[in-house]
């Protein structure tokens, strides 16, 4: 073989081999670490796309049972919620800078930290997000306390209506409500978000549109950002960036 055909045949074998190294690093990943107190196995599905210097690590928990519990089966990923508005959408919060971790719904800081760490062991110098939705945001309010400047901020999305009384004035952890105008759940009440924000200035994403079927209170109605998941996850990631 001569050294002009080589060449070209080394380039083409090591961009396979750079292309094989990024299809690696995209999709879901089942994860396990451990409670650093208990030495409990904790479970959760990394899903990434293309990393490039990532900056961020979402941690999205379910709503309803607040259950991921992720398995392999047959070679590939399954998880309980899967239809939850969050984990749904765990690939749109993925890209180049963003890393997500979806998990169950827990109230003890020490599984959230044990999650991040683990991350950041591959990806180190995330700064660390956690977001809820609906029931999850009974913890998302508990962790926001306990956790108080020890990551980087918290989402509540579709929030309970405990959300009204959390007074995030006195926080040092970003924080941010999105929820939808027409949400039509008994226990996720629009106006408890909106005296949030009026009362306390919290951050807040409202938003209308999209189409509502079934519950009011399940993951394909409004309270699930049904039809309008693009356009609620790049608002969140946009607030997410303003923060450096």
């Keep these: 073989m001569t050294k002009r055909l080589w060449i070209p045949i080394l380039a083409a074998t090591l961009l396979c081999f750079g292309l094989a190294a990024r299809a690696a690093e995209t999709g879901d990943r089942l994860m396990e670490t451990k409670d650093a107190k208990t030495g409990d196995p904790i479970r959760y599905v990394l899903t990434l796309a293309e990393p490039e210097s990532p900056r961020y690590l979402l941690i999205l928990m379910p709503g309803g049972a607040g259950l991921v519990a992720p398995e392999m089966i047959d070679g590939r990923v399954v998880l309980q919620g899967a239809d939850n508005f969050l984990i749904r959408s765990r690939a749109r ?45 009974d913890a998302t309010m508990a962790l926001a306390v306990k956790m108080d400047g020890q990551v980087a901020g918290f989402v509540h999305t579709s929030s309970m209506d405990g959300i009204a009384g959390l007074d995030t004035t006195r926080l040092k952890s970003r924080q941010l409500l999105v929820h939808h105008r027409q949400d039509g759940c008994k226990v996720t009440n ?34 699930g950002y049904n039809g309008i998941e693009d356009e609620v996850v790049g608002k969140i990631k946009d607030w997410i960036g303003q923060g450096g």
């Design 93 to 137: 919060f993925a890209d180049a800078r963003t890393l997500v971790a979806s998990a169950d719904a827990t109230f003890d800081p020490a599984n959230i930290l044990a999650i991040a760490e683990d991350v950041q062991k591959t990806y180190p110098n995330l700064a660390v997000y956690v977001i809820g939705t609906s029931r999850s945001t």
């Design 190 to 223: 629009y106006s408890a978000a909106a005296h949030n924000h009026e009362h306390y200035g919290t951050d807040f994403i409202s938003v209308e549109g999209g189409i509502s079927i079934g519950n009011p209170c399940q993951a394909r109605a409004h309270h």
